[in-house]
Structures are given as structure tokens and as C-alpha cells.
């Protein structure tokens, strides 16, 4: 059985389900996702539909026998979703009968009838760069001759403990990917020299002459850091490493790349994997996003029905198969053993891990077990900007002040960067508007608005982390409020605009900047119909991802409050682990240079694009599949 798609100018989604079983059909649906809800044209009803999982039906009774086909159209229920890429196609299509059977359909990739073929993109202009380096350093003194590293570098046999550690995790992760040529007994002799806290933890000094290199540091990270450089100069100069002195400090202190494991479940050594790269681009904070309306993801002794239930999607789950589920079961937990292996492998890296758990919104998979924390005489029928209806857990239910109270200590006793990520965006027009029990609270409390009681709710569950030494941090909505907003020495994350985190940052709060429209790399990176990725903020080029600063050159003062930046991969459009790839790679390199390199020493887009151009070795050395440059 198989199934074609293909869409015009108009949006119109035509569809051909072509059924070649041995017996005949007629009672049946055509189960898919899609980004987002959709509505029917032509030839179709729909029969059920949560958020982009569809389940259509013919709108006249149909026989089908093998060779016959079913014809039918539908759209984008949402003007601003007008399919962009294949990404817009059905995902995990299958043919459920009406004994509950239901079998697998070979899906097409959606096709456009009205786009003509691309010109292709000429590459965009690079020059060589001073040094081959993602980022680019403070300093770079580039002097006469070469360190010749061809055997690599000889690391001292005797070192004290703090660089015993270092050189292990740097071992650990050049013997990953095969890379033992980095380290040899017979390699150039390299010098560490501890300069006990006279730079910063992150700061470092290289001094490569023709028959040795020198490292000075304070600390972990910084000789870390340095060894990231040497490697990747050794890779981008062929062994042939310019000498020369570089004097190296971040800019930001928050360097961070989020995951969206709740739309897709990645494999533990996926996250690895990326662990790796960000730690070959000194990126520092891994944003673990781990809860979201399709999945509670994970396992907690307090309450192990949760990611039992809601782990898996597909046919008969709670939760259908969104997002290319198909069938299923599709999905997967991470256990408290995979949290530590995580963390632990993080840490050698100089990487920090902070988890998300959403709340009040984003909340429907929990809320299909735990339905007590929602009113049972709410009428609102709220539906999320995503399709989905009641999804938002209600502040008044006593059941709600139970689960956050299991929930987030347990989860901030196995995170020990003790930072925990409360979510709070996207709260549903019309949330609470008919709820008896928000009434009653709104009459005790003198609140007035549903802003009113969505900063309360985030103050009072701030305060459960605060009470168990706990920062907590929260997506930008929640700094809004006549009382402060979360308040509680939260850490805010923006994301709808520069403008909203700047007002955060003027407000008093600490803020990382994740614009959608420069650093949500579940955007398409061109208009190419064949490439994967969404376009609701923008569609974002290299260029889009490194050219623009955190901080208004006229009011720099505000860069006491801005304490970094952090890209973002949320996961509608990936199909499996290794799609991660090219959605990061290589707009990832300039999230890097943004996050270390002050605007005066960040390069221009012709150099920075030639300095991108050799990392492509690093990628093909890690076995990362990287889109072109463009």
C-alpha cells in the first residue's frame, strides 16, 4: 500500500491512497501526523484529531480492492503553517480497520507541483581567517615558523592530579572518534602551567612554538579548552600549526544548546554525541528538554507510572502517534542510570545539564494520568497553539501543589548543576476562563487576570526549589506580572524576540538570550523544498545565526544581566536520531562564535565563513553530517 501527497500554490494538500492488499476493504481511516492540525477539502471527513494526529475517513462509503485508489484533499487548519518542505508531508501513515487491525502504508514524500526548481545558491563568499579557530579567540599573535604535529602532541608522564583528569577526558574524547594521532610519545611536548586563579576558570593561554607547546590555566575547564583548541588547529592546518601565542576568554558565561527529547526520543549515545560537539565549540550548558505535552520522558520513583505510561506513542497509547509516530509503540525513558551516565559524561566535558519540566501549559501527557490536576467542571476547552485541547494543569487544584511537590525535588536531587527549568510559555487563550475552582481562587486571592494567576503559580513553585536550594529558571512569560513576575532569583530564557529578553534584563532579571529568529535550529535553513524544518519565526541562514549581539551597543550596561545565549532544536520535524545532524550543523559554529567572541573580535561573515569552511574536517571526523554553507 502506498500513499502520495502533493501540494500547490493554493495549500491544498492532494492525497492518493493506493490499496494493494489481497482483500477488500471498507470499513477503514487513514491514520498520520502532521506539524499541526488540518481541516478537509475534498473527499474526506475527519474522524478523530489531536493536535497533528489526524485519522480521516472517506466521506462516502468506498470499496476498495487491490489496484483501487481513494482520492482526497485537505489543508493546514493554520493560514501561517502553508506547507514549506517535505517536513509538511504526512509522517508515519498507516490504515487502521475496523477490527482494530492496522497495517503499515509506504508514505511519498510530499511533493510541490507549484515551485519551480531552485537556482542553486552560489556559496557565499569567505576569505581566510587569521587563525583556523570556531570561536574566535581574544587574542592571536601569529609569529614565524611551524609546530610540526604530525605525531602529535607528548603529554608529561607525571602531571598533578587536576591535569590527570583533564588529559583523561580529553583522551576519552579524541579515542571516541579515533583520533589517537592527537597523543603519542613521540609528538611535540606539551607544558601546562597552573596559574592558580589569576584568569578566569575558562580562560586559557597557548604558547605553540616549533618544538613545544605551552598551556597556562587556572583551572579544568580552561586547560580543557585549550587541548579543544590544539585539536581542532591540528585538524584545520593538516598538522601544520602556525606558531604563535593566543590569549583566550568566553564572553558569556551561558553557552547552551537545548534538546527537545519530549517530541523525539533520542538515544543516550545521541546525546553523547552532541555533548561531544558542543564541547568541541566550548559550549557550556546542556538544556535538557525532557517533559512537553507528548511525553513525560522521565522515570522518577516517586511517581513510575508517569514515564511508564506516557514514554510511548502510537496506536493505543495515551498519546497517538504525533509527529511521526506511526503505529508505534515509538519512544523511549531515560532511567536515573542514564540521567548520571549524562551528567557524568557532561561534566568531563565542562558541560552543566539543566532539565525542563513544563508547567502550567505543555502539560497533556501528564494530564492523561494525573486528570485531578485539572477542574472536572472547567468549561474554558482551551486549545494550545499546537492543536491540543486542555493541556494546562490548573493552579487551584490541590492535586497540582501534590505532584510539584514529589516532582521537582526529586528531580533536583539528580541534577546536581541545581538549576531546573519550570517552562511556563505558551499558556492556551482562554485557559481557566470557566473553571469554578479558579473562580473561588481568583475571589480568596484578589487576583484579577489569568496573568495574576499564572505568576503566582510560578512563584509558588519557584519557591518548592528555592526551599530545596534550587535555582529556578523559566522560558520569558514567566517574568511578566504586576507583582515582579516568578521573581525568586529565576533564570530567564527568551526566545520570542531580542526585545523581550532586553526588557527582562532591564526589569533586574538574569536572561538567555534564544531568539527564534537567530538561534531555533528547527527552522529551515533555506527555502528548499527537499530540506527538513519549520519557518514560523524565520528561516534562518549562517548568516541569521551569526550576525546580530545580545546586547544593544547603547546600553552595554545591560550585559551585567545577560549572562549568555543558547540555541534551541525542538523535534517535530525529526524522524530519527541522526536528523539532528544537519538541523544543527553548520548554522552550530556561529551560536558558538556569537556565545565566546565579543562584537569587536567577532569575525565579519567572509572570514567567519572561511574559518567554518575547515571546520567541515572536524565534522567529517566526528561522523557529523553537516548541511552546505549558506
Known amino acids: 500500500m502506498r500513499f502520495f501527497t502533493q501540494v500547490g500554490e493554493d495549500g491544498i494538500i492532494a492525497a492518493r491512497f493506493v490499496y494493494s492488499g489481497q482483500s477488500e476493504i471498507n470499513d477503514f481511516r487513514i491514520c498520520f501526523s502532521l506539524l499541526s492540525r488540518c481541516s478537509s477539502v ?17 466521506d462516502n462509503p468506498i470499496i476498495l480492492s487491490e489496484g483501487k485508489e481513494w482520492e482526497f484533499s485537505f489543508e493546514y487548519e493554520f493560514e501561517r503553517h502553508a506547507p514549506l518542505n517535505v517536513s509538511w508531508g504526512p509522517m508515519g501513515v498507516y490504515i487502521k480497520l475496523k477490527n482494530g487491525q492496522t497495517i503499515d502504508v509506504f508514505n511519498e514524500p510530499l511533493k510541490f507541483l507549484s515551485i519551480s526548481p531552485h537556482p542553486k545558491k552560489k556559496k557565499p563568499p569567505l ?32 602531571p598533578p592530579a587536576e591535569i590527570q583528569k583533564v588529559i583523561h577526558s580529553f583522551t576519552s574524547l579524541i579515542n ?8 603519542s610519545r613521540n609528538g611535540i611536548n606539551i607544558h601546562f602551567d597552573n596559574l592558580h586563579k589569576k584568569i578566569k576558570e575558562e580562560a586559557y593561554e597557548i604558547v605553540i612554538k616549533a618544538d613545544s607547546v605551552s598551556i597556562r590555566a587556572s583551572g579544568y575547564k580552561g586547560f580543557f579548552y585549550a587541548l579543544i583548541s590544539m585539536l581542532q588547529l591540528q585538524i584545520n592546518y593538516n598538522d601544520s600549526v602556525p606558531c604563535g601565542k593566543i590569549e583566550d576568554s568566553p564572553r558569556f558565561s551561558w553557552r547552551g544548546q537545548h534538546l527537545d527529547c519530549a517530541r523525539h ?23 535538557w528538554h525532557l517533559i512537553d505535552d507528548e511525553s513525560f520522558r522521565l522515570k522518577l520513583s516517586s511517581l513510575p507510572e508517569l514515564s511508564k505510561i506516557t514514554g510511548f506513542r502510537g496506536n493505543g497509547c495515551i498519546i497517538p502517534g504525533v509527529f511521526g509516530g506511526g503505529i508505534g509503540p515509538t519512544g523511549g525513558t531515560y532511567s536515573v542510570e542514564d540521567v548520571s551516565r549524562i551528567i557524568k559524561h557532561a561534566t568531563e566535558l565542562g558541560i552543566s545539564v539543566m532539565p525542563e519540566i513544563e508547567i502550567p501549559a505543555h502539560a497533556l501527557s501528564i494530564l492523561q494520568v494525573f486528570p485531578q490536576m485539572r477542574d472536572a467542571q472547567d468549561k474554558s476547552l482551551e486549545v494550545s497553539v499546537q492543536g491540543y485541547s486542555e ?34 510559555d505558551e499558556l492556551p487563550p482562554n485557559v481557566w476562563k470557566r473553571s469554578p475552582a479558579i473562580n473561588k481562587l481568583k475571589f480568596e486571592k484578589n487576583f484579577k487576570t489569568t496573568q495574576d ?41 527568551s526566545w520570542s524576540s531580542l526585545e523581550t529578553g532586553l526588557n527582562a534584563a532591564r526589569e533586574g532579571y538574569e536572561v538567555v538570550m534564544c531568539p527564534a529568529q537567530h538561534v531555533y535550529f528547527d527552522m529551515a535553513q533555506t527555502k528548499n523544498v527537499l530540506e527538513r524544518g519549520v519557518s514560523w519565526a524565520a528561516i534562518i541562514s549562517m548568516k541569521d545565526a551569526l550576525n ?69 574536517k572536524v565534522f567529517e571526523k566526528l561522523g557529523w553530517a553537516s548541511n552546505q554553507l549558506v
Open 265 to 287: 526520543y533520542y538515544e543516550v549515545d545521541s546525546i553523547l554525541r552532541l555533548l561531544d560537539l558542543m564541547a568541541l565549540l566550548k559550549l557550556n550548558r546542556f538544556h
Open 453 to 493: 494567576l499564572q505568576e503566582w503559580m510560578m512563584q509558588r513553585a519557584a519557591q518548592i526549589l528555592v526551599e530545596k536550594g534550587i535555582r529556578p529558571a523559566a522560558w520569558e512569560e514567566a517574568g511578566l506580572g504586576d507583582n515582579g513576575g516568578i521573581g525568586n532569583n529565576a533564570l530567564l530564557f
Open 176 to 183: 571516541r572518534y579515533d583520533l589517537t594521532e592527537m597523543l
Open 548 to 616: 546580530w549581539d545580545p546586547v544593544p551597543l547603547e546600553e552595554p550596561e545591560l550585559e551585567q544581566n545577560i549572562i549568555g545565549i543558547q540555541g534551541a532544536l525542538w523535534s517535530e520535524t525529526i524522524i530519527k536520531d541522526k536528523d539532528m545532524d544537519t538541523m544543527l550543523a553548520p548554522r552550530i559554529l556561529a551560536l558558538s562564535e556569537v556565545s565566546w567572541s565579543t562584537n569587536s573580535r567577532k569575525r565579519d561573515f567572509p572570514e567567519f565563513i572561511g574559518a567554518a569552511n575547515y571546520f567541515s
Open 42 to 58: 475534498s473527499g474526506c471527513r475527519i474522524e478523530h484529531q489531536i493536535g497533528g494526529y489526524t485519522e480521516l475517513v472517506p
Open 127 to 158: 576569505s581566510e581567517p587569521q587563525i583556523r579557530l570556531i570561536p574566535h579567540p581574544v587574542l592571536w599573535e601569529k609569529e614565524a615558523g611551524t609546530c610540526d604535529l604530525s605525531h602529535g602532541l607528548c603529554m608529561p608522564k607525571t
Open 391 to 424: 493541556n494546562t494543569i490548573n493552579p487551584a487544584m490541590p492535586a497540582t501543589w501534590d505532584f510539584l511537590n514529589k516532582v521537582l525535588p526529586e528531580i533536583g536531587s539528580l541534577f546536581p548543576f541545581r538549576l531546573i527549568h519550570l517552562g511556563c
